[in-house]
């Protein structure tokens, strides 16, 4: 069967590899035929060549797994010893080993789930990290009547935006160098700032200091402590994503002065949080088809990551399909 794998950094290349075989699977474990794939942030820096914090991501070089670094998987059940799972079933979440990128993927079924049947796999993709934020938000105070802020612009902060005004935020401030005004507009944002999250926080104003921040740039140190830097007093920062680093220095001065709370954390409950993306995207029509902008054949994956390592204004998240 068809398998990517990095060979160097910034280089995939195919390769046959053998079949998975159903008799071999694990209790609980759930065989997929790949229907699509979202390329997330927390893949890029596998692809650049550095050493992320993905779990697949534990030899000398990337190429010692195949299908790495691909998480955000979907596809058609075609074994399973999962008992929510069955042959024939169409389902979306994590692939488990971060080697999605195959013609067969091995998953956890507790990480899978089914979804709207009327959803092309490219756009059921979405649904993966819509289940990340939807998570994430559940871990934020009551979000009616607070402003907030969002710094981070691109497929996540955009997810964040949208969900924390349906929430109901009274007002979004997204923050992004790229310019994400046609973007921002259409994902419930009030105020599009086009700044670094540095020249944002050094003028910002004591009156408008967001309630909550969340910071969704990622694979950088310093936006963090701007989150801290920018939240009211009594307010919430949440940072969001896998961190390249095991050491976020911030002003510990500011968390007491200001009475902050700083929250993090992985997705858990993954099949309950997939079903709700999944009913959100039903009573958010259109969500996804301005979520999804590019599209790429597995055999193009390499154009897909050269795309999603260039933060330009139109493109919002990258799916991949068979």
Not at 110 to 119: C, F, H, K, N, V
Not at 150 to 159: R, T
Not at 259 to 286: C, Q, S
């Amino acid at each position: 069967m068809w398998s990517h794998r990095l060979i160097a950094p910034f280089t995939f290349e195919k390769t046959e590899v053998p079949q998975c075989s159903p008799a071999a699977l694990d209790d609980g474990r759930v065989l997929l035929r790949f229907l699509a794939a979202g390329v997330c942030g927390s893949d890029l820096p596998g692809f650049r060549g550095s050493k992320g914090r993905l779990p697949g991501d534990t030899g000398a070089c990337a190429a010692e797994k195949d299908g790495f670094p691909i998480h955000e998987i979907v596809g058609e059940v075609m074994a399973s010893r999962h008992p929510a799972h069955r042959q024939g079933d169409r389902v979306v979440g994590w692939a488990s080993g971060f080697d999605g990128l195959m013609e067969q993927v091995v998953a956890d079924g507790d990480g899978l789930a089914s979804y709207d049947p009327s959803l092309s796999p490219a756009h059921a993709a979405a649904l993966q990290p819509l289940a990340c934020v939807l998570y994430a938000v559940e871990q934020l105070p009551e979000l009616a009547g607070r402003r907030v802020a969002v710094l981070g612009q691109g497929s996540i902060g955009l997810l964040f935006s949208y969900v924390v005004k349906a929430a109901g935020a009274t007002h979004v401030t997204g923050v992004d160098p790229v310019d994400r005004a046609d973007a921002g507009a259409a994902f419930g944002v009030d105020r599009v700032v086009r700044a670094t999250s540095d020249r944002w926080v050094s003028g910002l104003a004591p009156d408008d200091r967001p309630d909550v921040v969340i910071e969704a740039v990622g694979h950088q140190v310093a936006t963090l402590s701007h989150a801290v830097e920018a939240c009211a007093p009594g307010g919430t920062v949440f940072y969001f994503g896998v961190p390249d680093d095991d050491c976020y220095p911030i002003s510990m001065r500011t968390m007491l002065r200001n009475n902050l709370t700083l929250k993090a954390g992985v997705t858990l409950d993954r099949r309950r949080v997939l079903e709700r993306a999944d009913e959100f995207a039903r009573t958010h029509p259109g969500l996804l088809d301005r979520y999804v902008t590019h599209t790429f054949v597995a055999d193009e994956v390499q154009a897909a990551f050269e795309l999603a390592c260039r933060p330009v204004p139109g493109r919002i998240k990258i799916a991949i399909v068979s």
